[in-house]
């Protein structure tokens, strides 16, 4: 199985910071990435799609970035609602994996 | 509106059985490949097992391979996950999740989920 490495874990961070995560692969997925977002309680919500496409309606302080092994996602001006954790996972093949998850919590 | 519903979660004991079920609404179900995933609490989120659109092609993850079994009816609209010799490492929220395209022949990110449903195993 692809082994996915999300860092940092935590991020501590503030209202307007920007934001990045990385994701590493184990091996390269070319651009079969996708990032998402989950909040407590919730079910996750898919933000960015093949490394770099933005999924309708999700707001453009969004990006991702990458190929390869490795990835990140960008939040261009952290807001109140963006504290959750986010999570990257590989679709290159079907045995489906994803990162351990980063933390964004409030500084 | 495009939604997924879960049901039939709860508390067995190890060893136990259980029948999860996922109705879709709002999309042409039988166009869509779908697929359970998990999440243990406090952690991450495990991808358990995939079917395609006609139900001809199905995938297990290795931790579930020969105790689960995934199905669908299309014409009911529904996803099922029979859950058999459970294990309390199988204690999750387990969400169904769409598969953003129609019949790409590959995998893909998942577009739609559903609200989960949360399967206890424990004496």
């Known amino acids: 199985d692809i082994q996915m490495t999300q860092s940092p874990s935590t991020l501590s961070a503030s209202v307007g910071d920007r934001v990045t995560i990385t994701c590493r692969a184990s091996?390269?997925?070319?651009?079969?990435l996708a990032w998402y977002q989950q909040k407590p309680g919730k079910a996750p919500k898919l933000l960015i799609y093949?490394?770099?496409s933005l999924e309708s309606g999700v707001p453009s302080r969004f990006s991702g970035s990458g190929s390869g092994t490795e990835f990140t996602l960008t939040i261009s001006s952290l807001q109140p609602d963006d504290f959750a954790t986010y999570y990257c996972q590989q679709y290159n093949s079907y045995s489906l994996t994803f990162g351990g998850g980063t933390k964004v919590e409030i500084k | 509106e495009v939604q997924l519903v879960e049901s039939g979660g709860g508390l067995v004991q190890p060893g136990g059985s259980l029948r999860l079920s996922c109705a879709a609404s709002?999309?042409?179900?039988?166009?869509?490949?779908m697929n359970w995933v998990r999440q243990a609490p406090g952690k991450g989120l495990e991808w358990v097992s995939y079917i395609s659109s006609s139900g001809s092609t199905i995938y297990y993850a290795d931790s579930v391979k020969g105790r689960f079994t995934i199905s669908r009816d299309n014409a009911k609209n529904s996803l099922y996950l029979q859950m058999n010799s459970l294990r309390a490492e199988d204690t999750a929220v387990y969400y169904c999740?769409?598969?953003?395209?129609?019949?790409?022949?590959?995998?893909?990110?998942?577009?739609?989920w559903g609200q989960g449903t949360m399967v206890t195993v424990s004496s």
């Open positions: 091996q390269s997925i070319s651009s079969w």
């Open positions: 999740a769409r598969f953003a395209s129609r019949g790409s022949a590959r995998p893909d990110a998942f577009d739609i």
């Open positions: 093949k490394a770099s």
């Open positions: 709002g999309f042409t179900f039988s166009s869509y490949e």
